[in-house]
């Protein structure tokens, strides 16, 4: 479903990624690990095509991505990016309704069952700064399906949010694992991310380290860099 070969990326002087290679397949999720700053945040953007790479080729569903790619990937970001003038139902309906072109009222009727699904129904005519932390992520997962995406990309989905409030987000993110969408989750909940995963990737300096099964992976890394990591953050 993804395919990311030999990309670079560079923010002026400073190479953010260097040589990144993955392969995902259909409805697998990968949770993303590494020290802040390693490049995971940028991977994501780069899949997105909300930043340019400099070198190499990214590929979703055997395509080559472009400027439409926001209609076959959803992302939910790490600060919400919620519309604070429009309310909940708003917020979810307005990329069906301006990207995709659907009918007002078929738009809404997908909005209900995914308010439905994140336990928000009762907050629709809310405004987000009505909100916890929590609903507000959980309308940005609901707003992300919303378009029917192929692939769903996490960015911290939790590190906005106070520890009582993380609960209910990863929950939701739980839930959509037996949905067959191919998720890719950058994370710092290494637990969560243990259980959910299909197979980790540990990234720092813009590299892929090491990448594998979680349980090979956590229990028995090969990289002295990944054991370092693991033993500061468990």
Excluded: W
């Amino acid at each position: 479903m993804i395919k990311i070969n030999n990309v670079y990326k560079k923010f002026g002087e400073l190479e953010v990624l260097e040589n990144v290679t993955i392969d995902i397949k259909k409805g697998e999720i990968v949770s993303i690990i590494g020290p802040s700053g390693s490049g995971k945040s940028t991977l994501l953007r780069c899949i997105n095509k909300l930043e340019d790479i400099n070198l190499g080729d990214i590929y979703v569903d055997g395509k080559k991505i472009d400027k439409n790619i926001s209609k076959k990937v959803g992302m939910v970001f790490q600060g919400f990016n919620l519309f604070p003038h429009k309310t909940v139902l708003e917020n979810v309906i307005e990329a069906p309704i301006i990207v995709k072109k659907l009918k007002r009222k078929k738009a809404i009727a997908i909005a209900d069952k995914l308010l439905k699904k994140v336990g928000l129904t009762d907050k629709k005519d809310v405004y987000p700064s009505k909100l916890s932390g929590g609903q507000k992520q959980r309308v940005a997962i609901a707003r992300a399906l919303a378009m029917e995406p192929e692939v769903l990309l996490f960015d911290e989905p939790t590190s906005a949010l106070d520890p009582e409030l993380i609960g209910e987000v990863l929950n939701v993110i739980k839930e959509l694992a037996n949905e067959d969408i191919t998720m890719v989750i950058v994370t710092h909940q290494m637990q969560f991310a243990k259980e959910i995963s299909d197979r980790i990737v540990f990234m720092d300096e813009g590299k892929i380290i090491e990448k594998g099964d979680p349980k090979q992976l956590f229990n028995n890394p090969n990289e002295k860099r990944l054991r370092r990591f693991l033993k500061r953050v468990i």
